[in-house]
């Protein structure tokens, strides 16, 4: 299946590619750079399909995750015959493509919201979180993430309370209203029906908030001192997720992704159902959130493995628009560009489906910002704290050297990053030891090896400290990975390894060099070493 076996690739589509010079990316763009993403040949990156984050009509408050209307284009990014073309010039080269559904709240400017505020006898009143409050007060703890404050807003005209615990501007629906249940499920028709191949729903896990509005118990190991245990992760939200996936799974091979966005992979693997009945595929925020650590990294990776049901499909990711970038939270002086061909190779070559986020092909970092050129709510709200600077993440795709790195005749929305000059697709394309040329061997890699593609796998890093060691093994096929962790020399010497393998890709040796592992390989300053034995270097 091609959301087993293929990379994807995250889009932020306002930061990839602007056609019109407005400064704003748009779908017109994704299209042009369609065979930059996959032309057939070894010459492009060779991705299988995109997520794009929200192009829908929005206000823009948290650039497209507050949708004012979930069947229409923001004109920011083009018109629906735009995204029909774009659909038809990706399946065309074999790109399939993921749409991202906010369906935990819209804007606070969608009509269903708008006609639900008035009055509590509405036909939506009951399509958002509304709550009377208590003696005048918000009925509970509920905190906002993005405000920083008490999530329950008020609101005159109904002398109610709504929930919105991003921005105010974000009201939350009510899925336990079959009015809008029946909505939401029709418009996921909607999109299948236009030939999406899949969906990333975002905070899936929030969806149901308790029945009793119960106050969250405090606590000191969230980021939010609150333990969230009645405003997300509700026992009835898998219930929606069966719902989903028996809609998405009747129009034939279409995936979905949830992002379950919680500290815990106990909560997270949960959405995987039994294997085969909820999410398609659940992010693993424990390995994203990794630091820089060959034995932690094993260890969450493990533990991950071991907790999903047996037909679950694992993915993994390293960045993605909400949190700074690996290559900047990994950067190591001059060990920088070492460490993001290993962290390369650990994402495409553990078993689940990679999904890469744009830029981190040509080491997008992203260090630096002015104040005054912070426009995302969240960023902004927690100045000066780095670790929330959401815009860091989402600066324009860097196309190569000329004027906005390429991206926009106009003003950027967001400014570039200062490295484009040298960082960038133009100038790494022409060399072959740049980080994206890594990138598409380790893809085209993946393509041929059916172990690397849905091979079992087996950690043997205890063997070797500061390193990650790992065989993929597909019947007869097995692919052995090293990656080092550390400047310093280690030796890689196992007899539980086959003896002589041959190199398929590395960072310092050649495709086709034997190596023999019970004999001692000296590993080089974070070495990539992926060999081979019963495939074809
Ligand atoms: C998710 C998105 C994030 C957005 C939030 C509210 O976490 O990834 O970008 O701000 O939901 O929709």
């Given at each position: 299946m091609w959301w087993k076996q293929g990379v994807l690739y995250q889009i932020y589509p306002r930061s990839f590619q602007d056609s019109n010079g407005d400064g704003i990316g748009d779908l017109k763009g994704i299209i042009e750079k369609l065979d930059y993403l996959n032309d057939g040949t070894e010459k492009s990156l060779g991705i299988d399909g995109v997520w794009i984050s929200p192009f829908f009509r929005s206000p823009m408050r948290d650039f497209g995750y507050d949708v004012s209307d979930y069947r229409d284009i923001d004109p920011s990014f083009g018109t629906m015959e735009d995204f029909k073309l774009l659909l038809a010039e990706a399946h065309a080269r074999k790109i399939h493509v993921i749409i991202d559904l906010v369906l935990n709240h819209t804007s606070d400017e969608h009509p269903w919201f708008q006609?639900?505020?008035r009055d509590k006898d509405n036909?939506?009143?009951?399509?958002?979180?509304?709550?009377?409050?208590?003696?005048?007060?918000?009925?509970?703890?509920?905190?906002?993430?993005?405000?920083?404050?008490?999530?329950?807003?008020?609101?005159?005209?109904?002398?109610e309370f709504y929930l919105g615990?991003?921005?105010?501007?974000?009201?939350?629906?009510?899925?336990?209203?079959?009015?809008?249940?029946?909505?939401?499920?029709?418009?996921?028709?909607?999109?299948?029906?236009?030939?999406?191949?899949?969906?990333?729903?975002?905070?899936?896990?929030?969806?149901?908030?308790?029945?009793?509005?119960?106050?969250?118990?405090?606590?000191?190991?969230?980021?939010d001192f609150h333990a969230h245990v009645y405003d997300r992760n509700r026992p009835e939200t898998?219930?929606?997720?069966?719902?989903?996936?028996?809609?998405?799974?009747?129009?034939?091979?279409?995936?979905?992704?949830?992002?379950?966005?919680?500290?815990?992979?106990?909560?997270?693997?949960?959405?995987?159902?039994?294997?085969?009945?909820?999410?398609?595929?659940?992010?693993?925020?424990?390995?994203?959130?990794?630091?820089?650590?060959?034995?932690?990294?094993?260890?969450?990776?493990?533990?991950?493995y071991g907790r999903l049901p047996a037909d679950a499909?694992?993915?993994?990711?390293?960045?993605?628009?909400?949190n700074l970038r690996h290559f900047f939270r990994y950067a190591k002086g001059p060990w920088t560009e070492?460490?993001?061909?290993?962290?390369?190779?650990?994402?495409?070559?553990?078993?689940?489906?990679?999904?890469?986020?744009?830029?981190?092909?040509?080491?997008?970092?992203?260090?630096r910002l002015r104040r005054k050129d912070l426009v995302d709510p969240v960023s902004r709200k927690t100045w000066p704290f780095r670790k929330f600077r959401r815009d860091l993440a989402r600066t324009p795709m860097q196309w190569s050297s000329a004027k906005n790195a390429g991206f926009s005749i106009g003003k950027p929305?967001?400014?570039?990053?200062?490295?484009?000059?040298?960082?960038?697709?133009?100038?790494?394309?022409?060399?072959?030891?740049?980080?994206?040329?890594?990138?598409?061997?380790?893809?085209?890699?993946?393509?041929?090896?059916?172990?690397?593609q849905s091979g079992e796998i087996?950690?043997?890093?205890?063997?070797?400290?500061?390193?990650?060691v790992y065989v993929r093994e597909n019947g007869s096929e097995k692919v052995l990975v090293v990656l080092s962790f550390t400047h310093r020399p280690v030796t890689l010497t196992s007899s539980l390894l086959p003896g002589r393998m041959s190199v398929l890709l590395g960072t310092q040796r050649s495709p086709g060099a034997s190596i023999d592992v019970h004999a001692g390989v000296p590993l080089g300053p974070y070495e990539v070493l992926i060999a081979g034995q019963g495939v074809a270097p």
């Open positions: 006609e639900s505020r036909p939506k009143a009951d399509w958002y979180i509304w709550h009377s409050g208590r003696k005048g007060k918000p009925p509970n703890n509920w905190f906002s993430q993005f405000e920083l404050r008490n999530a329950w807003w008020y609101e005159p005209s109904r002398g615990t991003f921005t105010r501007h974000q009201p939350e629906v009510n899925w336990r209203s079959p009015g809008l249940r029946k909505e939401m499920f029709d418009t996921v028709r909607f999109w299948l029906d236009m030939g999406v191949d899949g969906f990333r729903l975002d905070v899936v896990n929030w969806f149901i908030k308790d029945d009793q509005f119960r106050s969250n118990p405090l606590s000191l190991r969230s980021v898998i219930d929606i997720c069966r719902e989903l996936r028996a809609i998405t799974d009747s129009y034939g091979e279409r995936m979905m992704v949830g992002e379950v966005y919680t500290d815990d992979p106990k909560i997270a693997s949960s959405y995987y159902g039994n294997g085969d009945d909820a999410l398609h595929l659940v992010f693993d925020f424990d390995f994203l959130f990794q630091p820089w650590n060959a034995a932690k990294i094993s260890a969450s990776l493990t533990d991950w499909w694992p993915t993994f990711t390293l960045s993605n628009h909400d070492a460490r993001a061909k290993v962290a390369a190779a650990l994402l495409i070559t553990l078993r689940g489906t990679p999904f890469l986020y744009y830029g981190e092909e040509i080491g997008m970092g992203g260090g929305w967001l400014p570039v990053d200062q490295g484009f000059s040298s960082r960038n697709v133009e100038t790494e394309e022409k060399r072959g030891d740049s980080l994206l040329s890594f990138y598409k061997r380790l893809i085209w890699l993946r393509k041929e090896s059916a172990a690397l087996r950690f043997l890093s205890e063997y070797l400290p500061n390193a990650l």
